[in-house]
């Protein structure tokens, strides 16, 4: 279970790096590694080894990305919904939108659901041309692009068999705990100071002390906004997102949702949510 958990370190690993390497790319790489770690271990992953530190090992290879959070875990049979869009990203440059439902990617059909690895695939089927089939207000529409081409070095990675101490690091979780009651919903983190948050798949994102920048989008239940709202957030791009300042603080993880107020619930103009921290929790961040 363990090896195959952190295969997923797999993209976020830069370059290869010696431990005391102080340039900015090694403390990135290392910060990463830490959150990818961190995921691991809170799903008990990380028991130890009876047979010693465990090796993983990766030839050089060429990732394509679309730039959008997709929402695999949907398995009906109207493809997968698209909960946010990157700014600048392949998926906003060709025209997909917040909340098109993604039906075939270069020619393989989604449908009925697929996992994340079978998605990439379908990225990078054609090394980077983007042939997108989606549905959007009912219509059936054909996007065209060109995904986003990323080198990966090879690299080698021992884990276990040596011991550390605690990093001193905040967290940002999404995970979907908020209280109905008090009409917070899920949100999505799209940027933390501008960057990539990490995987678009994660829902615990290890940040740095400090004054933080988060741009957030919601992702309230379709059920609680009117008509006019479900278009405007559809057709909203980056009009849809918000920022949200929040001092990060060691040794602190942040509960992020999206406050929905329902007086304005069907409304025309984003006023309808605001990016909220509902609780903070002191947990150690490893």
Not at 110 to 124: C, F, K, M, S
Request: glycine fraction near 10%.
């Amino acid at each position: 279970m363990l090896r195959h958990s952190l295969f997923l370190l797999a993209a976020v690993l830069l370059a290869p790096l010696a431990v005391a390497d102080e340039r900015p790319a090694a403390a990135l790489l290392r910060s990463e590694i830490d959150a990818a770690l961190l995921r691991v271990a809170d799903a008990h992953a990380l028991a130890d080894d009876a047979d010693g530190p465990l090796l993983i090992e990766q030839p050089a290879r060429t990732r394509y990305e679309l730039g959008a959070v997709i929402d695999v875990r949907e398995r009906t049979g109207d493809g997968l919904p698209v909960l946010a869009v990157t700014p600048g990203g392949a998926a906003e440059r060709m025209g997909l939108r917040t909340g098109d439902r993604l039906l075939a990617i270069n020619g393989h059909r989604l449908a009925g659901g697929v996992d994340a690895e079978a998605l990439a695939d379908a990225v990078g089927a054609d090394g980077g041309p983007l042939d997108v089939e989606v549905r959007r207000d009912g219509a059936a529409l054909r996007l065209h692009g060109a995904a986003e081409r990323v080198e990966l070095p090879a690299y080698r990675l021992s884990v276990g068999g040596a011991s550390g101490g605690d990093s001193r690091c905040g967290r940002i979780n999404t995970f979907d705990v908020a209280p109905r009651g008090r009409h917070i919903y899920p949100a999505i983190l799209i940027a933390v100071d501008g960057r990539s948050p990490g995987p678009t798949t994660a829902d615990s994102f290890r940040v740095e002390p400090g004054r933080r920048t988060l741009t957030v989008a919601e992702n309230i239940d379709v059920r609680q906004l009117s008509t006019l709202t479900q278009q405007l957030r559809s057709r909203g791009g980056r009009a849809r997102y918000k920022t949200l300042e929040v001092d990060v603080e060691a040794g602190t993880t942040y509960l992020l949702g999206a406050r929905f107020d329902p007086s304005r619930g069907g409304s025309t103009r984003n006023d309808y949510w605001e990016p909220v921290i509902w609780r903070q929790v002191a947990e150690r961040c490893r």
